[in-house]
């Protein structure tokens, strides 16, 4: 089955970096786009960034210039690099896969101190 494992997670300073890593197994890992989620407490789940199959990516405006997705296909590994981490940065950040039906892990728990 489908499994995603979040780690890198932590308690950081504001302006600090931290790097995410989502390992994944029960599937053709480099066959399928990969994203990272992050969920505020009090706040709905919203997408941070993807990479696509092929490398393309997205990020969302309020992370744009700080964060880096990547992957490697020989790990079945997607990171997340966060850079000049803000305070309202401070979320669980999932990793997910799947088009039509999602599939998450647990989530990492990334606080931001100002």
């Known amino acids: 089955q489908v499994q995603l494992v979040e780690s890198g997670g932590g308690l950081v300073q504001a302006g600090g970096s931290l790097r995410l890593s989502c390992v994944a197994s029960?599937?053709?890992?480099?066959?399928?786009?990969m994203d990272w989620y992050r969920q505020a407490p009090g706040k709905q789940r919203e997408l941070v960034a993807f990479?696509?199959?092929?490398?393309?990516?997205y990020y969302a405006d309020s992370v744009k210039g700080r964060f880096t997705i990547s992957r490697d296909n020989a790990k079945n590994t997607v990171y997340l690099q966060m850079n000049s981490l803000k305070p309202e940065d401070t979320a669980v950040y999932y990793c997910?896969?799947?088009?039509?039906?999602?599939?998450w892990g647990q989530g990492t728990k990334v606080t931001v101190a100002s």
């Open positions: 997910a896969t799947g088009a039509t039906a999602k599939f």
């Open positions: 990479i696509t199959r092929g490398g393309s990516i």
């Open positions: 029960g599937f053709i890992f480099s066959s399928n786009a």
